[in-house]
């Protein structure tokens, strides 16, 4: 029997290897096509294969012009992709439908937006009227000659379920000349987080019953047509043994031999963005909670096709932490596969995020953890393929809630070490060998690629009856689809140095312009996308900037907290802890978590609401006057309503009443530099947002803030994303005098409230609080008032709320002990009234404290 075996590069031969070896020894004539993967397949294994057995040959995919019919099929292939993950199935996997969405056509984006669009019934419609279009598109004559050319008595094609199913023409071909064709489920999660299998296929293959659900009830394909044959790939490491010792080995990668070690296995980049930052916190977080864990080794595995991200790694500097290979490595000869193996084999556990390897550590024996970061959220828990982890059998992952779970785990893991997981057992016999754990699948996967290529032919697939209306209708869109194949096969296949001129090359030829032609407007529409790519690359280096300036505050509070001997934490503020990237661009929003304004008060807001809202803006400026202009940055999730250009909330509003009364009661520093460096002192600091405003109006100044370490986390990762040149200092750092040896040179100097009156400051031109002394005890009022005393502060301004609240009491009372009060009747509307708060209370709620801005002068001698 011949076999076409179809696959969208090299790189998918090594799930196969097992089974191309099995169908040359049985006397098939095996090709393979696919095009090699030099950057992840440096060594290809297909061509070691073609040099063992005459049987097994290589071909690359037939080359020509772009057909644009072909690529008009493609187009609305991703269409129809798109809308599974519209379907209830994928309402918790928000990265999955985003992923999703960025091979979508636009033309689909937009018809979405439509009434009724995202209905059931409308996207029904939808999908049946993309799949009977794409169904009339004419075959890409080019792999139809080339299919016939081989006649093979049966084609088979992995993966498939890539973005507008680019391997679909073959199969279209296969049909058209009556020939079988079949699917082979390359990996556990194909048939869950990528596209659907949109034609008719005579056999699929999948590993497990799970597996054969999915392509049922996802796919919708014929239950009679899918075969369980088992993990095929993974029959290799059930005979595999050490080919060295454990001394051997841990020397090999870089570990000290006289303790156990602990691998943790790398994601891929999808699954794992900025792993790295997550294993260096993985780490300090496991050894300073627990003694046992703090003397283990660790060994990290890179995936490989994400090594880069660990060139530039300093985790290799803590003590026996191996990263090993550096680059990652495919186990796809002896050497290679013998370093994985015996990775997971002399470990005491295993750990990761989410990937496969987890299943080879399963079939080893040994244990494996994850820990649920939020980080990770939508890429584990937010995965159906992820479950299968701890669902398969009672499932082999060891799932932990919390770092005092996970620690625990692995302590209870080095405590029983030796002794085999039971879970992993039952997990491998459903998962990976559904028919008994000493049955292979490499043999049950060959018998029914056998038992497919035997059948009879299948009947000659013909295109339908309307595939003629339709032509002249969509050949427009068919141009401009083969435009955008062709700029980006321009893009894909020239080596780096060519890439702009092969894209020049291949615009002139797909739409060649001259002078004077339609086309001339097309240097416009490259300036404007010039400009787009520039501003995606200052995105991403301001995220990447964000991550590490959070890493940074994070091991900075940390280091606080310790030093001011803090235990307590605020939990509102608990998921900073671990923040997402995605969390940090929108760290904004966790303003409200401190008394700042809300998102959800701008949403959806009522047109009365927002002209309420705007009149309130324009009377502060109107009070203002030739003030400070204030309103929200747009940067980290900036929220609000927006006039005239700007960006307002209910913060920028306060803000603008606070600096006008500083104004009014002439407290604010020199707007020039006078020489004099002043210090200013806010207590509590909010989410930055104030601190961010004064320093962007006064930059010679060093502001100084106050607060509990973990509301710093907050302020501190905002300011410094925000000036990424400022100087800053921490208490805690270098001993409790260090911070202020160079005051004069910093721009942000963090305290904690508790260690406020150790503070050698030298003195303190302003004192600021936004009402953050009212939500502490009596005492620790009156003593930040006595420091702001003792360090000679000429003044010290508050936002009291109503005199009969008792909060109010204990505040005005210790500044009346110390200073002269003066209260200035700032935001306030022409007819001297004070202005309605944001959002405007509900008609049955309660009335919301109004507030009243106090300035106070240093009293000469305390009475």
């Given at each position: 029997?011949?076999?076409?075996?179809?696959?969208?590069?090299?790189?998918?031969?090594?799930?196969?290897?097992?089974?191309?070896?099995?169908?040359?020894?049985?006397?098939?004539?095996?090709?393979?096509?696919?095009?090699?993967?030099?950057?992840?397949?440096?060594?290809?294994?297909?061509?070691?294969?073609?040099?063992?057995?005459?049987?097994?040959?290589?071909?690359?995919?037939?080359?020509?012009?772009?057909?644009?019919?072909?690529?008009?099929?493609?187009?609305?292939?991703?269409?129809?992709d798109?809308?599974?993950?519209?379907?209830?199935?994928?309402?918790?996997?928000?990265?999955?439908?985003?992923?999703?969405?960025?091979?979508?056509?636009?033309?689909?984006l937009?018809?979405?937006?439509?009434?009724?669009?995202?209905?059931?019934?409308?996207?029904?419609?939808?999908?049946?009227?993309?799949?009977?279009?794409?169904?009339?598109?004419?075959?890409?004559?080019?792999?139809?000659?080339?299919?016939?050319?081989?006649?093979?008595?049966?084609?088979?094609?992995?993966?498939?379920?890539?973005?507008?199913?680019?391997?679909?023409?073959?199969?279209?071909?296969?049909?058209?000349?009556?020939?079988?064709?079949?699917?082979?489920?390359?990996?556990?999660?194909?048939?869950?987080?990528?596209?659907?299998?949109?034609?008719?296929?005579?056999?699929?293959?999948?590993?497990?019953?799970?597996?054969?659900?999915?392509?049922?009830?996802?796919?919708?394909?014929a239950?009679?047509?899918?075969?369980?044959?088992?993990?095929?790939?993974?029959?290799?490491w059930?005979?595999?043994k050490?080919?060295?010792?454990?001394?051997?080995f841990?020397?090999?990668?870089?570990?000290?031999?006289?303790?156990?070690y602990?691998?943790?296995?790398?994601?891929?980049?999808?699954?794992?963005?900025?792993?790295?930052?997550?294993?260096?916190?993985?780490?300090?977080?496991?050894?300073?909670?627990?003694?046992?864990?703090?003397?283990?080794?660790?060994?990290?595995?890179?995936h490989?096709?994400?090594?880069?991200?660990?060139?530039?790694?300093?985790?290799?500097?803590?003590?026996?932490?191996?990263?090993?290979?550096?680059?990652?490595?495919?186990?796809?000869?002896?050497?290679?596969?013998?370093?994985?193996?015996?990775?997971?084999?002399?470990?005491?556990?295993?750990?990761?995020?989410?990937?496969?390897?987890?299943?080879?550590?399963?079939?080893?024996?040994?244990?494996?953890?994850?820990?649920?970061?939020?980080?990770?959220?939508?890429?584990?828990e937010?995965?159906?393929?992820?479950?299968?982890?701890?669902?398969?059998?009672?499932?082999?992952?060891?799932?932990?809630?919390?770092?005092?779970?996970?620690?625990?785990?692995?302590?209870?893991?080095?405590?029983?070490?030796?002794?085999?997981?039971g879970?992993?057992?039952?997990?491998?016999?459903?998962f990976?060998?559904?028919?008994?754990?000493?049955?292979?699948?490499?043999?049950?996967?060959?018998?029914?690629?056998?038992?497919?290529?035997?059948?009879?032919?299948?009947?000659?697939?013909?295109?339908?009856?309307?595939?003629?209306?339709?032509f002249?209708?969509?050949?427009?869109?068919?141009e401009?689809?083969?435009?955008?194949?062709?700029?980006?096969?321009?893009?894909?296949?020239?080596?780096?140095?060519g890439?702009?001129?092969?894209?020049?090359?291949?615009?002139?030829?797909?739409?060649?312009?001259?002078?004077?032609?339609?086309?001339?407007?097309?240097?416009?529409?490259?300036?404007?996308?010039?400009?787009?790519?520039?501003?995606?690359?200052?995105?991403?280096?301001?995220?990447?900037?964000?991550?590490?300036?959070?890493?940074?505050?994070?091991?900075?509070?940390?280091?606080?907290?310790?030093?001011?001997?803090?235990?307590?934490?605020?939990?509102?503020?608990?998921?900073?802890?671990?923040?997402?990237?995605?969390?940090?661009?929108?760290?904004?929003?966790?303003?409200?978590?401190?008394?700042?304004?809300?998102?959800?008060?701008?949403?959806?807001?009522?047109?009365?609401?927002?002209?309420?809202?705007?009149?309130?803006?324009?009377?502060?400026?109107?009070?203002?006057?030739?003030?400070?202009?204030?309103?929200?940055p747009?940067r980290?999730?900036?929220?609000?309503?927006?006039?005239?250009?700007?960006?307002?909330?209910?913060?920028?509003?306060?803000?603008?009443?606070?600096?006008?009364?500083?104004?009014?009661?002439?407290?604010?520093?020199?707007?020039?530099?006078?020489?004099?460096?002043?210090?200013?002192?806010?207590?509590?600091?909010?989410?930055?947002?104030?601190?961010?405003?004064?320093?962007?109006?006064?930059?010679?100044?060093?502001?100084?803030?106050?607060?509990?370490?973990?509301?710093?986390?907050?302020?501190?990762?905002?300011?410094?994303?925000?000036?990424?040149?400022?100087?800053?200092?921490?208490?805690?750092?270098?001993?409790?005098?260090?911070?202020?040896?160079?005051?004069?040179?910093?721009?942000?100097?963090?305290?904690?409230?508790?260690?406020?009156?150790?503070?050698?400051?030298?003195?303190?031109?302003?004192?600021?609080?936004?009402?953050?002394?009212?939500?502490?005890?009596?005492?620790?009022?009156?003593?930040?008032?006595?420091?702001?005393?003792?360090?000679?502060?000429?003044?010290?301004?508050?936002?009291?709320?109503a005199?009969?609240?008792?909060?109010?009491?204990?505040?005005?009372?210790?500044?009346?002990?110390?200073?002269?009060?003066?209260?200035?009747?700032?935001?306030?509307?022409?007819?001297?009234?004070?202005?309605?708060?944001?959002?405007p209370?509900?008609?049955?709620?309660?009335?919301?404290?109004?507030?009243?801005?106090?300035?106070?002068?240093?009293?000469?001698?305390?009475?």
């Open positions: 029997m011949k076999i076409l075996f179809v696959m969208r590069s090299s790189i998918y031969v090594r799930n196969f290897e097992s089974t191309l070896r099995m169908l040359a020894d049985r006397g098939h004539q095996v090709r393979v096509v696919a095009p090699i993967h030099w950057m992840f397949d440096a060594q290809p294994l297909i061509l070691r294969l073609a040099q063992d057995h005459p049987a097994i040959t290589h071909a690359p995919p037939p080359t020509g012009p772009v057909h644009k019919w072909a690529a008009a099929s493609e187009e609305l292939r991703r269409g129809v798109y809308l599974r993950y519209l379907g209830p199935e994928y309402l918790q996997a928000p990265k999955l439908v985003h992923r999703a969405e960025l091979y979508a056509p636009p033309f689909l937009a018809a979405l937006k439509r009434p009724m669009a995202r209905s059931p019934v409308g996207l029904a419609a939808i999908d049946r009227t993309l799949r009977l279009t794409e169904r009339a598109m004419p075959i890409d004559p080019v792999v139809k000659d080339f299919v016939a050319a081989e006649r093979p008595d049966l084609l088979i094609v992995t993966p498939l379920i890539e973005p507008g199913s680019p391997q679909a023409q073959y199969l279209r071909a296969a049909r058209s000349l009556g020939i079988t064709t079949a699917l082979c489920v390359y990996s556990w999660d194909n048939l869950t987080n990528k596209g659907l299998i949109q034609d008719p296929v005579d056999l699929v293959t999948v590993w497990n019953e799970p597996m054969r659900r999915e392509a049922v009830e996802l796919h919708g394909l239950e009679d047509r899918v075969v369980v044959t088992g993990a095929q790939s993974y029959d290799q059930f005979e595999w050490p080919q060295r010792t454990r001394e051997e841990c020397r090999h990668a870089g570990l000290p031999t006289d303790r156990p602990l691998l943790y296995l790398c994601s891929s980049k999808f699954i794992a963005p900025h792993e790295a930052r997550f294993v260096r916190r993985w780490i300090e977080d496991i050894r300073r909670t627990s003694p046992i864990l703090a003397r283990l080794g660790i060994l990290i595995r890179p490989p096709q994400y090594g880069n991200q660990w060139e530039n790694s300093d985790i290799a500097a803590f003590d026996a932490v191996s990263i090993w290979p550096r680059q990652g490595a495919n186990p796809v000869d002896v050497e290679s596969r013998s370093d994985f193996y015996e990775s997971i084999f002399y470990s005491t556990a295993v750990v990761g995020v989410n990937t496969s390897a987890q299943i080879e550590s399963a079939i080893v024996g040994r244990s494996v953890y994850s820990l649920l970061s939020p980080e990770f959220q939508d890429t584990q937010g995965t159906l393929h992820f479950h299968h982890l701890r669902n398969v059998n009672g499932g082999m992952l060891h799932v932990a809630p919390t770092l005092a779970d996970h620690v625990a785990q692995l302590e209870e893991a080095v405590a029983r070490a030796g002794v085999d997981d879970r992993c057992r039952r997990f491998v016999e459903g990976v060998r559904p028919y008994g754990i000493d049955v292979a699948a490499t043999p049950r996967l060959v018998a029914a690629i056998e038992q497919a290529g035997a059948k009879r032919p299948a009947r000659r697939e013909r295109a339908p009856w309307y595939a003629g209306l339709i002249s209708r969509l050949e427009s869109f068919a401009v689809c083969a435009r955008q194949e062709e700029l980006q096969r321009a893009k894909d296949l020239e080596p780096r140095g890439r702009v001129a092969a894209k020049k090359k291949a615009k002139r030829r797909v739409d060649p312009s001259t002078p004077g032609s339609a086309a001339a407007a097309r240097p416009v529409k490259e300036v404007k996308a010039a400009r787009k790519k520039k501003a995606q690359a200052l995105d991403q280096e301001f995220q990447q900037r964000l991550a590490t300036t959070y890493d940074e505050v994070r091991d900075m509070v940390r280091r606080m907290k310790t030093a001011a001997a803090v235990t307590t934490g605020l939990p509102e503020l608990q998921p900073l802890w671990h923040a997402t990237p995605e969390m940090l661009m929108r760290l904004r929003q966790f303003g409200a978590c401190v008394g700042g304004a809300a998102p959800a008060d701008y949403v959806d807001a009522s047109e009365p609401a927002k002209r309420l809202f705007r009149s309130l803006v324009r009377k502060l400026t109107h009070e203002a006057g030739d003030g400070p202009v204030i309103c929200e747009r980290l999730g900036c929220f609000g309503f927006a006039r005239e250009g700007t960006v307002h909330t209910a913060d920028t509003l306060r803000y603008i009443e606070v600096l006008t009364a500083l104004r009014f009661g002439a407290a604010l520093p020199p707007a020039s530099d006078s020489g004099v460096r002043p210090v200013v002192w806010e207590i509590g600091g909010g989410w930055g947002g104030f601190a961010y405003h004064f320093k962007s109006l006064f930059p010679r100044v060093t502001y100084v803030i106050s607060s509990h370490p973990d509301q710093m986390l907050l302020s501190a990762t905002y300011l410094r994303a925000l000036f990424p040149r400022a100087v800053v200092r921490a208490y805690g750092e270098g001993g409790d005098a260090e911070p202020w040896r160079q005051l004069k040179k910093a721009d942000f100097v963090f305290v904690p409230e508790s260690a406020v009156q150790s503070i050698p400051l030298p003195s303190v031109n302003l004192v600021i609080d936004l009402m953050a002394l009212e939500r502490l005890a009596p005492a620790a009022i009156d003593a930040h008032v006595r420091v702001a005393f003792d360090l000679a502060s000429p003044f010290f301004y508050s936002a009291l709320p005199p009969t609240t008792a909060a109010a009491s204990a505040v005005r009372d210790a500044l009346m002990r110390y200073y002269w009060l003066y209260e200035l009747p700032v935001a306030r509307g022409p007819n001297r009234r004070p202005l309605t708060p944001w959002p209370p509900a008609a049955d709620g309660p009335l919301p404290i109004s507030r009243s801005h106090v300035i106070g002068w240093k009293r000469m001698v305390i009475e």
